[in-house]
């Protein structure tokens, strides 16, 4: 095969400069072809090309051969990445697939983009799990369903694909991690560079965090130097963006801490930096052994052992599946998970026997030589050609478009307003036009509302600046709970002293809300224990509760929590009470025309058929989900203006069983718990009438409306209070931004209609 018969490629990664494994392969892997098969440099105009993800929403410096940026957790990039591959003059699309470099659940935001390309695909898997979770599951057979190919890096790997996720064989490549071709070399001349001439060396390089087994390491070090003790241990790599996102560089510290009490300090050397692939190569060369610890047996790819194995080092390692394959035949040792003694009598044996050293070292390079790139990269390319030419012969080169679920140009989420109504205590009640109005001060409804807000912006988008507000707000809730149990307090004046103490049904119903959310998306174990324990303590609470809307929030609080926590058995009979009384007001009022919880249709309407259809969703219940849609049907189409657009009740009057409806004025508020439900009902009934509705209840917000108008300021990010019969009323309140925002966020999460849960 030619050069020109190699297809455009753009290959789908995180990409170099970012810190992490995946992205340092698909820099190497995109080189090594440019270099190898295509003869051609890496650049903007060259035959490969890269769509690069981003684990932040600022961009890296990236290479001009990157064409195109997803921002990780912003799902609307996905799609719109699909479009931009689509137009491009790529003519496959390799994706380099591993979990966590891809948002949504388990990395399900993939999906999206692979359901909107119109370009054959092959994707490298670089983690197969034998015991997955069900979203693991799902989001890898979604994947291997929308590739032509899938590349694996260990017969292993082909093994569990077949038996495990159900994939055929013959879609199935095994293609060999690639290495740099490096010469065979006599470490000790290596060693000066690193002031270590003369000493015995081990390596270990990578990511550091606790997966990795070092503590082992360190203990069979200390049995170790007993007879080498001029032996030096080189722990090569800075920490794992997640552990150093978590914990700091407490790891590091703690493995530092171990060496001291072990007494071999002067044996282990830390390295808290990521080399480059010419300075590994280096320190590869003047090491004697690498180790390689790690502590889980399912790992079917390893890039360092790779490299080790090729550059002929002798290799000591656990017995993970990666190396049973790369170390059989006597290319290196084995020695079990946490066998001290083991690690300690295989090292000593390696660094006292030269000639047993030299043996395992030329069986590895020998074997590492078909995993040199040169090698690796020309079989990749022939099955990218291979996949062009099936998808040629299938398609007449051009799929068909699928037509979107649902697809909408929305707005950017931006909190700017919110934050703006918010101050060290919680987020004000009212505004004078854009400006926070102190004299009303503050309320748990409202902070609820932001808690949502926060909680859900930071799920979506993992948006770290999320974090902080979100805080504050939780702060302030678990200030409006009574220490000892009791109802939330809801009204606080500027200097904070509560002015109520029994807030009503809805404060209480929209906390508890609040609180399941976050027991369900909270970003972190300390966030996520005291939303825990203040839900626990509010709980009782909803035994006391009898207005339909308390009840309502009150189930979608509950629905979350029994989400993070289905084992709790009063959480859930609980729920089923809440669903009773619900069931029981529209029995008592409901008729054929008028099937309603009571004798007038007030506010945040859409919070009794959302909470109807989740109650019987998560209980199990059909009558009850359907009992919610009749009830959002009837509900939708009592606000559907002659032109179609949304026309919400008004509460100058609202809409009474005998009587008028009133038509102002009309509150942000409604669009938003309309958009809840919709969600409910499309994620409960798979029917995409509610994607349309949902659609047409958020453009209330943008102009489509009674009055024509937009109810959103765009410089300040706000929305008006109401839309009255003259206008907006220019007010920028804490509940009109909050409902906004919230219904935002949702047409963000629904942009393709297709999310598991029905919350």
């Known amino acids: 095969m030619t050069s020109n018969d190699n297809p455009n490629l753009l290959m789908l990664s995180s990409y170099v400069p970012r810190r992490c494994g995946i992205a340092t392969f698909a820099h190497d892997l995109s080189s090594g072809l440019a270099e190898h098969v295509y003869q051609h440099p890496l650049g ?9 993800v981003n684990d932040r929403d600022e961009t890296y410096d990236y290479g001009p051969e990157v064409m195109l940026r997803i921002r990780q957790h912003r799902r609307e990039d996905y799609r719109n990445a699909a479009d931009e591959i689509n137009t491009s003059r790529a003519e496959v699309l390799g994706l380099q697939h591993e979990f966590g470099i891809y948002g949504g659940p388990d990395g399900a935001y993939i999906l999206d983009l692979l359901d909107h390309v119109r370009k054959p695909v092959v994707a490298t898997l670089h983690t197969i799990l034998m015991e997955p979770s069900p979203g693991q599951i799902e989001v890898l057979k979604g994947v291997s369903e929308r590739c032509a190919s899938l590349m694996v890096m260990a017969e292993k790997a082909r093994t569990i694909l077949v038996d495990r996720y159900g994939v055929p064989t013959e879609r199935i490549r095994v293609i060999p991690h690639g290495v740099p071709d490096v010469e065979f070399c006599d470490p000790e001349p290596r060693k000066a560079r690193f002031g270590l001439a003369g000493r015995p060396v081990l390596l270990t390089f990578g990511l550091l965090g606790p997966g990795k087994g070092i503590e082992t390491m360190l203990d069979a070090l200390e049995k170790v130097v007993v007879d080498h003790p001029n032996v030096a241990y080189i722990v090569l790599g800075v920490t794992h963006p997640a552990v150093r996102r978590d914990s700091g560089e407490s790891y590091r510290l703690s493995l530092e801490r171990r060496a001291v009490q072990l007494g071999i300090q002067e044996n282990v050397i830390f390295h808290n930096r990521y080399a480059s692939l010419d300075d590994l190569c280096d320190y590869l060369l003047a090491c004697d052994v690498y180790v390689t610890p790690y502590r889980s047996r399912e790992q079917i790819t390893s890039g360092t052992l790779a490299y080790a194995l090729a550059s002929g080092r002798a290799i000591v390692s656990t017995p993970y599946w990666h190396a049973q394959e790369l170390l059989a035949g006597g290319r290196g040792r084995l020695v079990d998970f946490d066998d ?5 009598k295989n090292i000593s044996e390696l660094l006292g026997d030269a000639k047993l050293r030299e043996s395992i070292r030329r069986s590895a390079y020998d074997f590492g030589r078909r995993m040199i790139w040169a090698n690796v990269t020309r079989t990749y390319a022939d099955t990218c050609a291979e996949a062009r030419a099936e998808f040629a012969e299938r398609t007449g080169g051009l799929a068909a478009t699928k037509k979107p679920v649902m697809r909408m140009s929305l707005p950017e989420v931006r909190l700017d307003h919110m934050l ?3 101050d060290g205590t919680g987020m004000f009640q009212h505004a004078i036009y854009a400006t926070p109005n102190r004299i009303h001060g503050y309320c748990t409804d409202d902070n609820a509302r932001s808690l949502l807000v926060s909680a859900m912006t930071w799920s979506l988008f993992r948006d770290d600046a999320a974090v902080k507000p979100l805080t504050d707000y939780l702060s302030f809730l678990h200030f409006a709970l009574p220490a000892g149990g009791g109802r939330f307090r809801n009204f606080m004046s500027y200097d904070r002293r509560w002015l109520d103490e029994n807030g009503s049904d809805d404060c209480q119903g929209r906390a508890i809300w609040a609180l399941g959310y976050l027991v369900s998306h909270a970003p972190n174990e300390a966030l996520r224990d005291l939303a825990m324990h203040m839900f626990r303590t509010a709980r009782p609470i909803v035994d006391t509760m009898t207005w339909p809307r308390g009840l309502a929030l009150g189930i979608l609080g509950i629905h979350y929590y029994l989400r993070a926590v289905p084992e709790d058995d009063d959480a859930r009979s609980a729920l ?5 009384g619900l069931e029981t007001s529209l029995s008592r009022h409901a008729t054929k025309d008028w099937p309603w919880i009571e004798d007038v249709v007030t ?9 109807l259809i989740i109650a019987g969703f998560t209980l199990d219940r059909e009558p009850l989900v359907q009992r919610g849609i009749a009830t959002l049907t009837w509900l939708l189409d009592r606000q559907r203006a002659d032109e ?3 026309s919400l009740i008004g509460n100058m009057g609202w809409d009474r069983r005998t009587g008028e409806r009133a038509r102002f004025d009309q509150q942000p508020l409604e669009p938003a718990a309309l958009i809840g439900a919709c969600k409910a009902a499309f994620r409960a009934s798979g029917d995409v009438h509610w994607l ?4 047409r209840c958020f453009e209330w917000y943008l102009g489509q409306n009674d009055a024509g108008v937009s109810m959103i300021d765009f410089k300040t990010r706000g929305c008006y209070d109401g839309l009255t019969e003259s206008g907006v009323n220019e007010n920028q309140g804490a509940e009109a931004v909050l409902s906004w ?13 297709d999310a598991p849960d029905v919350g």
Do not use: C, F, K
């Open 576 to 580: 089923s009470r809440l669903a009773d």
């Open 420 to 422: 703006a109504m918010t």
């Open 44 to 52: 903007a105009n060259g035959p490969i090309r890269i769509a690069a």
């Open 644 to 646: 179609g657009h949304l």
């Open 741 to 753: 925002l919230m219904s935002l966020l949702i047409m963000h999460e629904m942009q393709t209609g």
């Open 692 to 695: 349309n509705e949902m659609r």
């Open 603 to 611: 506010y945040d309407n859409g919070r009794i058929p959302q909470a």
């Open 340 to 344: 001290v003694d083991g690690w300690a």
